[in-house]
């Protein structure tokens, strides 16, 4: 991934940037839930400003960013939301749940890749907030559904993931 880490940096860029959408996007859907609304008002924010940051040094590098590219590892996951109000928010919130876990775990071993210095301390903060996110969709579930049923489903996906991980091809981006 150090080897193409321009790529690795747009691809982070766009990820981002489709992470505060879709806080964006769950606020508005469940306009009810109260501390589901501010805690993804928050994310949106939180997300973009991450997106804000990693364009800085993608400019600093003399780049642009570019057009997205679709992310087989986020689409995969797409066929096992199921429908139904609760069952859906449940799958949103576990699938960013785990996005984001795997989001942190990328980041640190970035992170630890990178020469000491202020991009490696980049990597490092953004691999803290991931790991804040992940535990927010999983305390959000959890607040919102029962216990038992959010780790049974929390199992599940990381069962569909390990199906999807297998297919994916390895190249210097995120997922």
């Known amino acids: 991934m150090l080897a193409d880490f321009d790529s690795f940096l747009l691809d982070h860029a766009a990820a981002e940037k489709k992470a505060s ?44 960013t570019a057009p997205d590219q679709k992310d087989h590892y986020v689409l995969g996951f797409r066929k096992a939301i199921r429908q139904g109000r609760d069952e859906y928010m449940l799958d949103r ?5 785990i996005i984001e876990a795997r989001g942190a775990e990328r980041f640190s071993l970035v992170a630890e890749a990178l020469q000491p ?4 301390k980049f990597y490092q903060s953004i691999a803290r907030s991931e790991e804040r996110h992940y535990e927010l969709f999983l305390d959000l579930a959890r607040q919102y559904l029962d216990a038992e049923v959010v780790a049974q489903r929390w199992q ?6 390990a199906g999807i991980v297998r297919g994916l091809p390895i190249r210097a981006a995120l997922h």
Request: no cysteine.
């Open 156 to 161: 599940e996906l990381l069962e569909f993931e």
């Open 93 to 97: 919130l576990l699938v960013a749940s």
């Open 117 to 120: 210095g202020p991009l490696q």
């Open 21 to 64: 959408g879709m806080a964006i996007s769950m606020l508005s859907h469940y306009p009810d839930r109260l501390e589901l609304v501010a805690a993804m008002a928050d994310l949106a924010v939180e997300e973009l400003t991450h997106y804000r940051e990693v364009v800085k040094w993608i400019h600093r590098r003399g780049l642009i």
